[in-house]
Protein backbone atom coordinates (compact mmCIF):
# COMPACT_ATOMS: atom_id res chain seq x y z
CA UNK A 1 0.00 0.00 0.00
CA UNK A 2 1.32 3.60 -0.91
CA UNK A 3 1.89 6.50 1.40
CA UNK A 4 -1.12 8.06 -0.32
CA UNK A 5 -3.76 5.29 0.33
CA UNK A 6 -2.29 4.89 4.22
CA UNK A 7 -2.94 8.86 5.19
CA UNK A 8 -6.81 8.09 3.29
CA UNK A 9 -7.52 5.47 5.26
CA UNK A 10 -6.22 7.07 8.55
CA UNK A 11 -8.86 9.97 7.36
CA UNK A 12 -11.25 7.61 6.68
CA UNK A 13 -11.21 6.02 10.35
CA UNK A 14 -10.61 9.42 11.95
CA UNK A 15 -13.98 10.79 10.77
CA UNK A 16 -15.48 7.28 11.34
CA UNK A 17 -14.25 7.65 15.03
CA UNK A 18 -15.71 11.26 15.25
CA UNK A 19 -19.27 9.98 14.30
CA UNK A 20 -21.33 9.90 17.16
CA UNK A 21 -23.88 7.03 15.64
CA UNK A 22 -22.70 3.67 16.40
CA UNK A 23 -23.77 2.48 12.96
CA UNK A 24 -23.37 3.66 9.13
CA UNK A 25 -25.23 2.65 6.09
CA UNK A 26 -22.84 1.99 2.54
CA UNK A 27 -24.21 5.16 1.15
CA UNK A 28 -23.45 7.48 4.88
CA UNK A 29 -19.91 6.06 3.98
CA UNK A 30 -19.77 6.84 0.25
CA UNK A 31 -20.54 10.20 1.38
CA UNK A 32 -18.10 9.96 4.37
CA UNK A 33 -14.94 8.39 2.41
CA UNK A 34 -16.01 11.42 -0.54
CA UNK A 35 -15.34 14.22 2.57
CA UNK A 36 -12.42 12.28 4.61
CA UNK A 37 -10.17 11.41 0.85
CA UNK A 38 -12.06 13.12 -1.78
CA UNK A 39 -8.46 12.30 -3.93
CA UNK A 40 -8.99 8.41 -2.69
CA UNK A 41 -10.44 6.75 -6.38
CA UNK A 42 -11.84 3.20 -3.90
CA UNK A 43 -13.15 1.72 -7.08
CA UNK A 44 -9.15 1.36 -8.54
CA UNK A 45 -7.93 0.40 -5.64
CA UNK A 46 -10.03 -2.71 -5.65
CA UNK A 47 -10.04 -3.12 -9.05
CA UNK A 48 -13.71 -3.24 -9.68
CA UNK A 49 -14.54 0.17 -12.27
CA UNK A 50 -17.87 -0.52 -12.83
CA UNK A 51 -20.93 -1.80 -11.27
CA UNK A 52 -21.74 -3.06 -7.36
CA UNK A 53 -19.48 -4.60 -4.86
CA UNK A 54 -16.78 -2.08 -4.94
CA UNK A 55 -17.50 -0.59 -1.84
CA UNK A 56 -18.16 -3.37 0.38
CA UNK A 57 -15.08 -5.10 -0.82
CA UNK A 58 -12.73 -2.07 0.10
CA UNK A 59 -14.30 -2.26 3.24
CA UNK A 60 -13.44 -5.57 3.27
CA UNK A 61 -9.87 -5.24 2.53
CA UNK A 62 -8.83 -1.76 3.91
CA UNK A 63 -11.41 -0.99 7.11
CA UNK A 64 -12.44 -4.19 8.22
CA UNK A 65 -10.89 -3.36 11.43
CA UNK A 66 -13.39 -0.50 12.04
CA UNK A 67 -16.50 -1.63 10.32
CA UNK A 68 -17.92 -5.19 11.08
CA UNK A 69 -20.99 -5.34 8.93
CA UNK A 70 -24.14 -6.23 11.07
CA UNK A 71 -27.60 -6.46 8.29
CA UNK A 72 -28.83 -4.33 5.89
CA UNK A 73 -30.91 -1.07 6.14
CA UNK A 74 -33.39 -1.04 3.58
CA UNK A 75 -31.72 -1.87 0.06
CA UNK A 76 -28.34 -0.65 1.87
CA UNK A 77 -25.41 -2.42 3.62
CA UNK A 78 -25.67 -1.49 7.39
CA UNK A 79 -21.98 -1.76 9.38
CA UNK A 80 -21.16 -1.22 13.19
CA UNK A 81 -18.82 1.07 14.03
CA UNK A 82 -15.34 0.30 16.08
CA UNK A 83 -17.16 -2.84 17.65
CA UNK A 84 -20.03 0.04 19.23
CA UNK A 85 -23.35 -1.07 21.41
CA UNK A 86 -25.57 -0.96 17.91
CA UNK A 87 -28.18 -0.52 20.28
CA UNK A 88 -31.59 -0.85 18.58
CA UNK A 89 -30.80 -2.20 14.85
CA UNK A 90 -33.54 -0.77 12.20
CA UNK A 91 -35.08 -3.11 9.42
CA UNK A 92 -34.84 -7.35 9.63
CA UNK A 93 -32.90 -7.05 12.34
CA UNK A 94 -35.30 -8.14 14.75
CA UNK A 95 -36.99 -11.03 12.86
CA UNK A 96 -33.44 -12.76 13.76
CA UNK A 97 -34.41 -13.04 17.52
CA UNK A 98 -38.61 -13.32 16.49
CA UNK A 99 -37.24 -16.72 14.22
CA UNK A 100 -35.17 -18.30 16.33
CA UNK A 101 -37.66 -18.47 19.74
CA UNK A 102 -40.82 -19.45 17.12
CA UNK A 103 -40.84 -22.88 16.08
CA UNK A 104 -43.47 -22.62 13.49
CA UNK A 105 -41.68 -19.46 11.38
CA UNK A 106 -41.16 -20.79 8.16
CA UNK A 107 -38.03 -19.21 7.84
CA UNK A 108 -34.51 -20.48 7.63
CA UNK A 109 -31.74 -18.88 10.47
CA UNK A 110 -28.75 -19.00 8.33
CA UNK A 111 -24.75 -17.97 9.39
CA UNK A 112 -23.36 -16.68 5.96
CA UNK A 113 -19.25 -17.29 5.69
CA UNK A 114 -19.19 -15.05 2.66
CA UNK A 115 -20.57 -12.02 4.15
CA UNK A 116 -19.57 -13.29 7.55
CA UNK A 117 -23.06 -12.67 9.67
CA UNK A 118 -26.44 -14.19 10.63
CA UNK A 119 -29.44 -13.93 7.95
CA UNK A 120 -33.32 -15.28 7.62
CA UNK A 121 -34.81 -15.92 4.51
CA UNK A 122 -37.51 -18.69 3.51
CA UNK A 123 -35.12 -21.09 1.72
CA UNK A 124 -32.46 -23.47 3.83
CA UNK A 125 -28.56 -23.36 4.05
CA UNK A 126 -27.23 -24.27 0.95
CA UNK A 127 -25.10 -27.50 0.77
CA UNK A 128 -21.34 -26.72 0.84
CA UNK A 129 -19.10 -24.84 2.96
CA UNK A 130 -20.59 -21.11 2.76
CA UNK A 131 -22.94 -21.40 5.00
CA UNK A 132 -24.17 -23.00 8.56
CA UNK A 133 -28.40 -23.70 9.59
CA UNK A 134 -28.69 -22.54 12.94
CA UNK A 135 -31.22 -24.79 14.34
CA UNK A 136 -34.32 -22.77 16.05
CA UNK A 137 -35.90 -23.35 19.83
CA UNK A 138 -38.18 -26.58 19.52
CA UNK A 139 -41.50 -26.76 20.99
CA UNK A 140 -40.33 -29.09 23.45
CA UNK A 141 -37.14 -26.88 24.59
CA UNK A 142 -39.88 -23.55 25.32
CA UNK A 143 -42.08 -26.42 27.38
CA UNK A 144 -39.12 -26.88 29.32
CA UNK A 145 -38.02 -23.59 29.84
CA UNK A 146 -41.56 -23.41 30.82
CA UNK A 147 -41.61 -26.36 33.53
CA UNK A 148 -38.63 -25.38 34.97
CA UNK A 149 -40.02 -21.20 35.43
CA UNK A 150 -43.19 -22.71 37.45
CA UNK A 151 -40.39 -24.96 39.14
CA UNK A 152 -38.88 -21.68 40.20
CA UNK A 153 -42.23 -20.24 41.63
CA UNK A 154 -42.53 -20.12 45.36
CA UNK A 155 -44.61 -22.85 46.21
CA UNK A 156 -47.75 -20.59 47.25
CA UNK A 157 -47.51 -19.14 43.75
CA UNK A 158 -46.82 -22.68 41.85
CA UNK A 159 -50.38 -23.76 43.59
CA UNK A 160 -52.31 -20.27 42.72
CA UNK A 161 -50.76 -20.92 38.94
CA UNK A 162 -52.27 -25.11 39.17
CA UNK A 163 -55.76 -23.66 40.37
CA UNK A 164 -56.08 -21.82 37.57
CA UNK A 165 -54.39 -23.74 34.27
CA UNK A 166 -54.15 -27.38 33.94
CA UNK A 167 -50.81 -28.75 33.34
CA UNK A 168 -49.82 -29.15 29.71
CA UNK A 169 -52.42 -26.36 28.69
CA UNK A 170 -50.86 -24.57 25.38
CA UNK A 171 -49.20 -21.34 26.16
CA UNK A 172 -51.84 -19.08 25.13
CA UNK A 173 -54.13 -20.37 28.29
CA UNK A 174 -50.91 -20.33 30.15
CA UNK A 175 -49.63 -16.78 29.94
CA UNK A 176 -53.20 -15.79 30.25
CA UNK A 177 -53.69 -17.52 33.75
CA UNK A 178 -50.48 -16.39 34.84
CA UNK A 179 -51.97 -12.79 33.95
CA UNK A 180 -54.93 -13.40 36.09
CA UNK A 181 -53.77 -14.68 39.08
CA UNK A 182 -49.57 -13.68 39.14
CA UNK A 183 -49.84 -10.43 37.34
CA UNK A 184 -46.55 -9.36 39.12
CA UNK A 185 -44.85 -12.47 37.75
CA UNK A 186 -45.52 -11.53 34.43
CA UNK A 187 -42.09 -9.40 33.93
CA UNK A 188 -40.36 -12.22 35.92
CA UNK A 189 -40.90 -14.59 33.13
CA UNK A 190 -40.36 -12.85 30.32
CA UNK A 191 -36.79 -12.04 31.37
CA UNK A 192 -36.74 -15.50 32.32
CA UNK A 193 -37.90 -17.09 29.37
CA UNK A 194 -35.31 -14.46 27.41
CA UNK A 195 -32.08 -15.50 29.43
CA UNK A 196 -33.04 -18.92 28.80
CA UNK A 197 -33.48 -19.13 25.27
CA UNK A 198 -30.01 -16.64 25.10
CA UNK A 199 -28.32 -19.75 26.87
CA UNK A 200 -29.61 -21.80 24.15
CA UNK A 201 -28.72 -19.69 21.22
CA UNK A 202 -25.40 -19.83 22.99
CA UNK A 203 -24.54 -23.30 23.18
CA UNK A 204 -25.93 -23.68 19.06
CA UNK A 205 -23.41 -21.27 17.81
CA UNK A 206 -20.71 -22.73 20.31
CA UNK A 207 -21.32 -26.25 18.76
CA UNK A 208 -20.83 -25.25 15.03
CA UNK A 209 -17.05 -25.34 12.95
CA UNK A 210 -16.84 -21.19 12.84
CA UNK A 211 -13.97 -18.73 13.52
CA UNK A 212 -14.13 -17.22 17.16
CA UNK A 213 -14.53 -13.69 15.58
CA UNK A 214 -17.90 -15.04 13.67
CA UNK A 215 -19.06 -16.91 16.95
CA UNK A 216 -18.66 -13.35 18.55
CA UNK A 217 -20.13 -11.40 15.89
CA UNK A 218 -23.30 -13.51 15.55
CA UNK A 219 -24.08 -13.52 19.06
CA UNK A 220 -23.89 -9.44 19.02
CA UNK A 221 -26.21 -9.63 16.19
CA UNK A 222 -28.81 -11.81 18.09
CA UNK A 223 -28.91 -9.46 21.13
CA UNK A 224 -29.17 -6.62 19.26
CA UNK A 225 -32.38 -8.03 17.63
CA UNK A 226 -33.35 -9.02 20.58
CA UNK A 227 -33.47 -5.49 21.90
CA UNK A 228 -34.93 -4.36 18.96
CA UNK A 229 -37.84 -7.13 18.47
CA UNK A 230 -38.63 -5.60 22.39
CA UNK A 231 -38.30 -1.95 21.58
CA UNK A 232 -40.71 -2.47 18.33
CA UNK A 233 -43.10 -4.04 20.54
CA UNK A 234 -42.86 -1.61 23.07
CA UNK A 235 -43.49 1.14 20.45
CA UNK A 236 -46.31 -0.93 18.89
CA UNK A 237 -48.47 -1.33 21.96
CA UNK A 238 -47.96 2.70 23.02
CA UNK A 239 -49.33 3.23 19.64
CA UNK A 240 -52.45 1.52 19.85
CA UNK A 241 -53.29 1.96 23.10
CA UNK A 242 -51.96 5.67 23.69
CA UNK A 243 -51.78 7.54 20.51
CA UNK A 244 -54.91 9.63 19.29
CA UNK A 245 -55.76 8.33 15.72
CA UNK A 246 -54.63 11.83 14.07
CA UNK A 247 -51.53 11.23 15.55
CA UNK A 248 -51.04 8.11 14.46
CA UNK A 249 -51.74 8.88 10.70
CA UNK A 250 -49.44 12.04 11.19
CA UNK A 251 -46.68 9.36 12.44
CA UNK A 252 -47.48 6.61 9.68
CA UNK A 253 -46.87 9.89 7.08
CA UNK A 254 -43.93 10.81 8.71
CA UNK A 255 -42.58 7.32 8.30
CA UNK A 256 -43.19 7.30 4.86
CA UNK A 257 -41.68 10.65 4.41
CA UNK A 258 -38.60 9.23 6.03
CA UNK A 259 -38.67 6.48 3.68
CA UNK A 260 -39.04 8.66 0.65
CA UNK A 261 -36.33 10.82 1.93
CA UNK A 262 -33.93 8.07 2.55
CA UNK A 263 -34.68 6.57 -0.91
CA UNK A 264 -33.15 9.89 -2.17
CA UNK A 265 -30.29 9.94 -0.38
CA UNK A 266 -29.26 5.82 -1.02
CA UNK A 267 -30.15 6.89 -5.00
CA UNK A 268 -28.14 9.83 -5.11
CA UNK A 269 -25.35 7.95 -3.59
CA UNK A 270 -26.02 5.07 -6.46
CA UNK A 271 -26.09 7.50 -9.18
CA UNK A 272 -22.69 9.21 -8.01
CA UNK A 273 -21.27 5.53 -8.36
CA UNK A 274 -22.28 5.32 -12.29
CA UNK A 275 -19.60 5.64 -14.83
CA UNK A 276 -20.78 8.08 -17.74
CA UNK A 277 -21.66 5.09 -19.76
CA UNK A 278 -24.07 3.83 -16.99
CA UNK A 279 -25.46 7.37 -16.26
CA UNK A 280 -26.17 7.94 -20.23
CA UNK A 281 -27.86 4.22 -19.90
CA UNK A 282 -30.44 5.19 -17.32
CA UNK A 283 -34.41 5.62 -18.32
CA UNK A 284 -36.13 8.94 -16.81
CA UNK A 285 -39.20 9.99 -17.33
CA UNK A 286 -39.28 13.56 -18.97
CA UNK A 287 -41.82 15.33 -16.46
CA UNK A 288 -39.08 14.18 -13.91
CA UNK A 289 -36.10 15.89 -16.57
CA UNK A 290 -38.29 19.44 -17.03
CA UNK A 291 -38.73 19.66 -13.48
CA UNK A 292 -35.11 19.39 -12.58
CA UNK A 293 -34.86 21.59 -15.20
CA UNK A 294 -37.14 24.11 -13.69
CA UNK A 295 -35.41 24.13 -10.30
CA UNK A 296 -32.63 25.04 -11.44
CA UNK A 297 -33.40 28.19 -13.79
Request: charged fraction near 25%; charge should be negative; proline fraction near 6%.
Amino acid sequence: MNHDIADDLEAIKAALRDRPSPTITGGQLYSLMEAAAPELNFREVVGILRGPGALSQFVQSFLSDILDRIGNQGGDLLYRVDGRDAGQVPDELPNLWKNFVSPSSPRHLIVDRISNRLISRATAASVGDNEVEIPKATDDELNHIRADFEASLPPPDAAELAKNVAPGAPFAEWIAALRQCLPEAVRKWGVYRRDRLHDLFERRVAELDLPEQLKAKVLFQIRASQHAAVERQRESKLVSTATPRTDRVASIRDTHDNAVEEARSLTHCAVNLLSYDELRALKLPLGVVLDAFRSQV
